[in-house]
């Protein structure tokens, strides 16, 4: 009795699933972080550190972002708030500390300034209202005939500002019609008014 040939059965291949496509990054939420930690630009860094926060945090609703990254973003978003808080207090300060010292030193570099002018304008007696009663006349008289060349004074800069309640140094640019010389001026509080002690062009 011949028995039949058994059944053919096809090729047993393993089953093949498509490439998982590659992860993706969470590159906003990284530099949120980033520029959150390192503030060295005030306000720029802060604002990019708030915006690619946010950005990172759409991104990492992806299931297929790697590691998420929403925790990144959020530290970044964090700090880019505190950046911007602190260095909104910080020129805040820093502008109330220079308007004072302004407030402070505009009656002295005033009175300098005046004196200054009279003598380029070659009014002696002006510049001696405005100077102690300590400063000699024939001393400025010189100083205004070796000012005259340089014509009349146009602008006055302070470089460095030296001022208390009794007196203090004032020194800068002074730049006139014909030329630019630097001074430095001291000058001191006489009854409630600020006079000019000595003055040095150079």
Request: hydrophobic content about 45%.
């Amino acid at each position: 009795m011949s028995q039949a040939p058994p059944p053919a059965y096809p090729p047993q291949y393993p089953t093949q699933y498509p490439p998982a496509p590659p992860a993706k990054n969470n590159l906003s939420a990284l530099f949120s972080l980033i520029f959150g930690l390192f503030q060295c630009i005030p306000f720029l860094m802060g604002l990019l550190a708030i915006i690619l926060g946010f950005m990172g945090l759409r991104r990492a609703r992806d299931p297929q972002v790697a590691g998420g990254g929403r925790g990144l973003a959020v530290v970044g978003i964090i700090l880019g708030f505190i950046g911007l808080i602190g260095w909104t207090i910080f020129f805040a300060f820093g502008g109330l500390a220079l308007w004072t010292a302004v407030k402070v030193t505009e009656k002295p570099r005033a009175a300098a300034r005046q004196v200054v002018m009279d003598l380029s304008n070659g009014n002696l007696n002006g510049a001696m209202s405005g100077c102690s009663s300590r400063m000699d006349r024939e001393q400025m008289s010189q100083l205004m005939k070796t000012m005259k060349p340089w014509g009349a004074l146009q602008d006055m800069t302070n470089t460095s500002i030296s001022i208390d309640t009794d007196g203090g140094v004032l020194k800068g640019k002074a730049t006139f019609a014909n030329t630019t010389k630097d001074y430095e001026i001291h000058v001191d509080l006489e009854t409630d008014q600020w006079k000019v002690m000595s003055l040095e062009f150079k």
